[in-house]
């Protein structure tokens, strides 16, 4: 066997409480606002219980853990939304010999337009030195430094001791000043570390801690800009919306618009919770005052908020395409690199884009793709070579990626297809629309069953240019699916993306047709091409989702008189949840046909490894 | 009492198997004549010729050498194929690589044409090209250092396949512990070798042989294992439900591995899987890896088909129709582990294995 992946460090997982439970009582917090998301305290809790248990990690392991930390964090955090961050941001390293431990909660401080994450990197403190008061030092000029929750035994009694309410309080002014700090200047994400670093101000020079910390952000030299990045672009729900001050910021921040949501889902609260609806108009008028985002980049958020572009492959591809015209109209302002100011002005572009909507998978895995690409640009071409090259980078990946990759599963899946089949599809695939189409031109004799569900109906829209080529198509809506299922010989179904357990991540209500086909025994085929893997675990569609508009399910089009819920938003104990996607677990998929050829859910991690090693080599 | 000889000239008739039938199965005298007639290498192949690129004297042809190493009833098909091409590239006088290569794909395509029914023929036949010229002596500037290159690559994956038996004899010991019961399916000689080892280790068991209609090939393994003075026991294929309670594993053996993990194997070995399965039983496969091949079959229907066939013993009625495919696709989801040359397996490795390989 070839080498594999050398292990990563295991982090710890945080305890994070989800579920159905009543938000505490949020005056404890000395603001005495309700933000309208609020992320329930309990889950800071379990911060306190991660310091209890001793790390001896050594600093050279610790080294690597900040990196691999940082990547993993990255990775993640750009691609869902409501990631684990509570277990990105948290991390254990020893602190040096003198200190019983220490826990650094490296985090990675964020520019653009998004509000920060969590912790700022720390150092090791030692515990004599160690007091409250230390923390209520507002000011650390560039940046908070140091949250050292020291492990000896005196600090487990002080932590005790101390109030939540007092930690949070301390840490919500170190980010605000950070936030204040950092508001100034959008410089890239290794000076602003650096500068956290330098400018900490601990009882006890983190020499050590700052050394490897800096050492492992340039260690890992030029990907750490990427990796910052994304964990910049970890969006609201990593927040903490308790303080008030913190949301007005994030407010003025924030180029679009978060009306406040109401009557929100309690298992759901992790998710950014958005009213699509409001924001069109209020960010049709801000557009000549937002400077920064290119008018492509700016256009195609418009059509993501406004639900014109829909789809993971159209998605990404308008994305790519906005970045080509970002790119060329570039400059590189003077005293800067290209290569780090344009990764970060990427990362403000794509906070610009998850305000409007959250990212899909697909496109994170392509931001993460042109960042590597940045990264790699040799530092001996000149910026147009620069420029062109990235543009070229870029067509080639939509070419090969996407339209080619397109084109190899079509010829695998068409072999699948027998003459009198009975196709089932659900909602509206691109990649399976381009199969049967195919498989007609070809002469095969099938039919086909399009399932559709509300509150979107995307298979209409399939199914009116299925019957225009002249397939025989029969329409049905979800609830009849077990009731036809047993007639269907085939189910083909299309992925926003595979994970690396072989879960099916796609659009609500594929794992219910998933799931039927399985009991009657039909082979579902998941067609997806190979970048949209991703090299998660996820195992519920709880933890990671996306939520859509609550509206559009009290609403039926065509039918005024169902109007029984118009009033919805009036009953307290009412909540209406319109969730966009959900995981298909993978013993429900029989073959997932990509650009690699036919593989088991149980090859998708394989293809991942192989397909990262083969990035490195673009 | 003569029963009707089904028509030979059936294109359909997988060559694969009556070879296979022609060395172990029963031989009775009708069987014997039809036997006769399918060993002759007689595929009807344009590019035999085509073969030979090279100096029309030697005429060397793929077929012939495989014919010559297919003879031996204890060399796998797919070994003698490898054989074959290994010899392939040793007699070729191409002088560039890019030559040698177009020899070796046409003499695989040769072979794979000779019988397209036949998995494992197919799989080694790739496989073989892929590991060959998967190696960077290839950007050689000397062609002779680089076809030295090949030919070494060859004769080991040559030796890797033929010792393949031993090693999977080797890996299953352990699998096999005093006193337990092993029900066979089908004449596997990987099978067989380790069942011979294991009673040469002096190990105590007893083996349940089904009866392999339409071949009747258990009974040829039932005698086989009784000259090793193993307890073997004869069973009809449709009592195999009802002995499985006091089995304690299933062995069989494969013809093709396939992309899922699962196996695709005399007919029979999906029955025989499926109840395992119900029962608990751990359902084990002794493959080789050359074995391992690019398809991903959905469902049964979805095998090109192999017909062979059936000896009912009294003449039919021409309305009734025969289902006479002569092998079934076993799901991943009923096999427990794989013997393999490549170590002990779950289903899921094969995709691995192979996505390593062809990417």
Not at chain 1, 594 to 618: C, F, H, L, N
Request: with cysteine; glycine share 6%; proline share 6%.
């Amino acid at each position: 066997m070839d080498a594999r992946r050398p292990p990563r460090a295991v982090i710890d997982p945080k305890v994070r409480t989800v579920g159905f439970f009543t938000p505490p009582d949020p005056i404890q917090f000395d603001s005495n606002s309700l933000s309208p998301v609020m992320i329930p305290p309990p889950c800071h809790s379990s911060e306190n219980l991660d310091l209890h248990s001793p790390p001896s990690v050594t600093p050279p392991s610790g080294d690597e853990s900040v990196s691999v930390t940082g990547s993993y964090n990255g990775s993640s955090s750009e691609l869902f939304p409501a990631p684990m961050s509570p277990a990105l941001s948290q991390k254990i390293v020893a602190g040096d010999g003198g200190v019983g431990g220490g826990i650094v909660a490296s985090s990675f401080p964020r520019g653009g337009g998004v509000p920060v994450c969590k912790l700022t990197t720390v150092s090791v403190v030692n515990t004599d030195s160690f007091a409250f008061d230390e923390r209520d030092k507002p000011n650390k000029g560039g940046g908070s430094s140091m949250e050292v929750k020291d492990q000896a035994m005196n600090s487990k009694q002080k932590n005790e001791k101390s109030s939540k309410a007092e930690r949070r309080a301390l840490q919500e002014a170190q980010r605000a000043a950070k936030a204040a700090a950092k508001a100034e200047g959008n410089k890239a994400t290794g000076t602003v570390t650096s500068g956290n670093l330098k400018s900490a101000k601990a009882t006890k020079p983190p020499q050590k801690v700052d050394n490897t910390s800096v050492a492992a952000s340039e260690k890992k030299g030029v990907d750490r800009p990427s990796e910052k990045d994304r964990k910049k672009d970890v969006p609201h729900p990593r927040m903490q919306y308790d303080d008030k001050s913190r949301v007005e910021k994030a407010k003025r921040r924030a180029v679009v618009n978060h009306t406040e949501s109401r009557n929100r889902v309690e298992l759901f609260r992790h998710l950014p919770q958005y009213e699509h609806g409001s924001q069109l108009p209020d960010l049709e008028a801000k557009f000549f005052q937002l400077e920064p985002v290119h008018p492509s980049v700016y256009k195609v958020g418009l059509q993501y908020l406004s639900g014109d572009i829909s789809g993971g492959n159209a998605r990404c591809i308008a994305m790519l395409q906005a970045f080509q015209d970002a790119i060329k109209d570039y400059t590189v302002p003077p005293e800067k690199t290209l290569v780090r100011d344009l990764t970060a002005k990427i990362s403000s572009y794509v906070s610009f884009l998850i305000e409007c909507r959250p990212l899909s998978i697909s496109m994170g895995n392509a931001i993460r793709f042109l960042k590597s690409q940045i990264a790699k640009l040799p530092l001996t071409l000149s910026e147009s070579e620069s420029k062109t090259s990235l543009q070229s980078d870029i067509e080639r990946f939509i070419y090969e990626k996407i339209i080619l990759a397109d084109k190899v599963i079509v010829e695998h899946a068409v072999t699948k297809i027998r003459d009198g089949d009975v196709l089932l599809t659900y909602g509206s695939s691109s990649a399976v629309e381009m199969i049967l189409l195919r498989a007609h031109e070809l002469g095969k004799q099938f039919q086909v069953v399009v399932v559709d569900s509300r509150p979107s109906l995307k298979g209409k829209l399939l199914l009116r240019r299925l019957v225009e080529k002249g397939l025989t198509c029969t329409y049905t809506h979800i609830n009849a699916v077990s009731f036809i299922m047993h007639e269907v010989t085939r189910v083909f179904l299309g992925a926003s993306s595979v994970l690396s357990n072989g879960t099916v991540y796609s659009g609500v209500g594929t794992a219910s047709v998933a799931m039927v086909a399985h009991a009657f025994h039909v082979p579902v085929i998941v067609c997806c091409e190979a970048f949209k893997f991703h090299e998660r675990v996820q195992l519920d569609s709880i933890c990671s989702n996306e939520l859509g508009d609550p509206d559009v399910i009290s609403k039926v089009s065509g039918r005024g008189d169902v109007n029984h819920l118009d009033a919805w938003a009036n009953a307290e104990n009412l909540q209406l949840l319109n969730l966009i996607y959900d995981a298909t677990p993978s013993d429900y998929v029989s073959i997932i046909v990509t650009d690699y050829g036919m593989i088991p859910p149980t090859s998708v991690p394989v293809v991942v490894r192989e397909y990262s090693r083969e990035q490195v080599w673009i | 009492m003569e029963t009707e000889a089904p028509s030979m000239e059936n294109p359909k008739i997988s060559a694969y198997y009556q070879t296979r039938l022609a060395h172990f199965g029963v031989v009775s005298t009708e069987w014997l004549a039809q036997a006769q007639s399918a060993t002759n290498p007689n595929p009807p192949l344009p590019s035999s010729s085509t073969n030979s690129h090279t100096d029309k004297d030697t005429n060397f042809s793929v077929i012939d050498e495989f014919n010559r190493w297919r003879n031996h009833p204890d060399l796998a098909e797919a070994v003698a194929a490898i054989r074959a091409l290994a010899a392939v590239i040793s007699a070729s006088k191409a002088s560039t690589m890019m030559q040698l290569e177009i020899e070796l794909k046409n003499a695989s395509d040769t072979l794979k044409a000779w019988d397209t029914t036949s998995i494992s023929l197919t799989a080694a036949s790739d496989l073989f090209m892929r590991y060959v010229t998967r190696t960077s002596a290839l950007e050689f500037e000397d062609f002779n250092s680089a076809k030295a290159r090949l030919i070494e690559r060859a004769d080991k994956f040559g030796e890797i396949s033929y010792k393949a038996r031993k090693i999977i004899g080797m890996l299953s010991q352990d699998f096999i512990f005093d006193g337990c019961t092993i029900l066979v399916h089908g004449f596997s000689r990987v099978v067989f070798e380790v069942l011979k080892l294991a009673a040469h280790n002096k190990k105590r068991f007893r083996v349940f042989c089904t009866e392999g209609r339409p071949d009747r090939t258990g009974l040829r393994l039932s005698n086989d294992l009784a000259k090793l003075d193993v307890p073997v026991k004869l069973v009809i294929d449709s009592a195999v439900a009802y002995t499985m309670d006091e089995v304690d594993m299933v062995l069989v053996g494969a013809d093709g591995v396939v992309e899922s993990g699962g196996i695709i194997n005399m007919m029979g070995t999906y029955q025989i899987a499926l109840v395992a399965k119900s029962m608990n039983k751990p359902v084990y496969v002794a493959a080789e890896s050359y074995k391992f091949a690019r398809h991903y079959p959905l469902d049964q229907k979805d095998l090109a088909p192999a017909l062979r066939p059936v000896d009912f013993g009294v003449p039919i009625p021409s309305k009734v129709e025969v289902e006479c495919s002569a092998r079934d696709y076993t799901p991943p989801q009923y096999l427990t582990l794989l013997f393999t040359d490549l170590g002990v397996l779950t289903p899921s490795v094969v995709s691995d294995e192979l996505i390593q390989l062809y990417l």
